[in-house]
């Protein structure tokens, strides 16, 4: 389908919403009751950094709700309040945050169910009100909406929207849109839905297996059984990576994905010749602004003198697995909580390994004198980050310094 002039016609739509309702302002007094710390702010206030008793907390100096998620939210706020009387419905979280999801349940706003692997829209009716997450939803999903004559409001990021150009620019010059995430990643999910042909890397090993094959060649079924999955319809690796433009889900490591878009750009170099790369290689940038300054934050964080490292944001939260990934390469312990509700009774946390399975650890917090690394993804309120500060003060039997 003609993505692109699919959009075009929605925009024009007098049932499709990109913005908000004219409740700014009791929406933004909303979430500040709601979502806003006067413990973190303070915090803030003082060069990131609290001691109360025997512990010191050290925030990383960039962290929590980055512009694209609080738009979503109040968004999706403003909508509940526009539409007072109508179904509400969201095709997926409108962001990887358990509290924010719940808070927008007791709202009545109804959550799609995936069913056998795949969203059930039956449920949704000719009239009802469908909220797009932060992330996006493929052109397939608005599609089907648009046709059952829902009213959509489209909250999605517009650094997502930006990756959407990028690979609507490649389709129209023919070429293999690479792009650096999760083939199964709701954002991906939509990116690929704009792309033409298209091919998802993981990460940077991933990446070189595909670069060796443009090189060399190869087993084309090991290259088709490895991204079975994360590929487009009928792709071809012999013929579809002559021609290749760089993309990513917006949330992935920074570095990662500069470092694949110049293995690719010297892949493309060493096979075509510096007259002929412009033709072959397609590369914008794409990368997150909150996601990069988040990440610095991290690095930055890590190297401070630190016991161990909290990092709070909901467990599908690819950002928030990224911050932990950077603790980890550090050699620093570290614990990923959706909540501050992961923590106690006691000296205990149940926590998400990176990569794997939750883990509980009794008497996580030593003894004596302790310093805590804390961050937080881009879709955690600060309440959250306040409620686990606190919960580890009170383990501690800490008393706040005057």
Known sequence: MDTKAFKRSLNHSDKYFRQGFGHGDDVAGQMKTEYNSGLIQDIRDRNYTVTRG?????????????????????????????????????????????????????????FIDVVDGSKDFSVVGAGDVVILPAFGASVQEMQLLNDKGCTI????????????????????????????????????????????????????????????????????????????????????????????????????LKGETEQIGKLFEHTMLKKFGPQALGDHFLSFNTICDATQERQDAMFDLVNEKLDLIVVIGGYNSSNTTHLQEIAIERNIPSYHIDSASRIGPGNRIEHKQLHGDMAVTESWLPDGPITVGVTSGASTPDRSVEETIEHIFAIKGAIAVV
């Open 153 to 252: 409001v489209d909250t999605t990021c517009p650094w997502v929207s930006k990756v959407w150009n990028t690979v609507e620019k490649h389709k129209r010059k023919d070429h293999t849109s690479i792009i650096h995430g999760k083939y199964n990643h709701e954002e991906t999910v939509a990116t690929s839905s704009f792309a033409g042909k298209y091919l998802v890397v993981l990460n940077l090993a991933q990446a070189q297996y595909v670069s060796d094959y443009i090189l060399g060649g190869g087993d084309r079924d090991e290259f088709m059984s490895k991204f079975a999955n994360a590929c487009s319809a009928g792709f071809d690796p012999d013929t579809d990576l002559d021609y290749i433009g760089i993309a990513n889900q917006t949330t992935m």
């Open 54 to 110: 025997d512990v010191t907390i050290k925030l990383a100096q960039s962290f929590g709700f980055c512009w694209g998620v609080e738009r979503a939210v109040a968004m999706a706020y403003e909508t509940r309040q526009h539409f007072p009387t109508e179904r509400i419905w969201i095709t997926n979280e409108i962001i990887h945050n358990p509290s924010v999801n719940q808070r927008l349940k007791d709202m009545a706003v109804e």
